[in-house]
């Protein structure tokens, strides 16, 4: 998002706070899907003061479509009044660890406790739950554990695979090196020489998992090849429309 912001800080390090006085037309929204939010937890910490995420929500009430929500926060416990009123609602939080050292490692946002609260409250008060386990951490992420701890109150599992990019690639070698040195080949060999074996049979592991246990899930863990063979797939009708 800096490439169209001109922000100039590291990433994390910055907020704009976005104000909307123009009211949501609902009529426009009628059996379409509402993400909050792709880019910056809608939860963060500055929604506690500017209730931005709860007047769209307030407003969505009027809305006949969609609304999922994504974060890491149990700051959504705050809207539950709103959140029951809302007629096709899934809430995904975000966990990839029980340890709460990695966890604290890794982001700032609400401890693994109270995440697993807020998904239990969320379930009682009759909301689609998904526990998105992103991304998922090479022989760090205990995919299993974290099922068996909250699948009396998670409705479906997704689970994402950790992509490596840039600078922040560098950023986690070191900290494997330093915390799980006993890992960072086999990151080498995954982040380095590319190779699929490791995500081919995690992949297989959770399915058969899953399946054996009958879980509802999504696997995304080849999410970057479907995006690109839908853009070429759209690519290829357009050409044989023009051709025809």
Request: net charge positive; aromatic share 14%.
């Amino acid at each position: 998002m800096k490439r169209f912001t001109g922000h100039t800080e590291k990433w994390g390090n910055f907020i704009d706070i976005k104000r909307c006085e123009k009211p949501i037309d609902a009529k426009k929204l009628y059996r379409k899907s509402v993400f909050l939010s792709s880019v910056t937890d809608c939860y963060n910490p500055f929604e506690e003061k500017y209730k931005i995420t709860r007047n769209i929500l307030n407003q969505l009430k009027q809305a006949d479509c969609f609304v999922s929500i994504s974060t890491k926060s149990d700051l959504i416990l705050r809207d539950i009044d709103i959140l029951k009123e809302l007629k096709n609602l899934t809430v995904a939080i975000s966990i990839n660890t029980l340890d709460d050292d990695f966890q604290k490692d890794m982001d700032n946002a609400s401890g693994i406790a109270r995440r697993i609260f807020a998904l239990k409250e969320l379930r009682k008060n009759g909301i689609y739950t998904i526990l998105f386990m992103s991304p998922i951490f090479p022989y760090i992420t205990d995919f299993k554990k974290i099922i068996e701890a909250t699948q009396d109150f998670v409705c479906e599992y997704w689970f994402e695979n950790l992509n490596l990019r840039a600078n922040y690639k560098q950023e986690i070698f070191s900290y494997v090196s330093e915390k799980y040195p006993q890992y960072l080949n086999g990151y080498k060999k995954i982040y380095n020489e590319k190779n699929t074996e490791y995500w081919k049979n995690l992949s297989a592991e959770i399915d058969a998992y899953c399946r054996q246990k009958k879980i509802n899930y999504k696997n995304y863990f080849y999410h970057n090849l479907l995006v690109a063979e839908k853009i070429e797939n759209s690519k290829n009708a357009k050409i044989r429309a023009n051709e025809n």
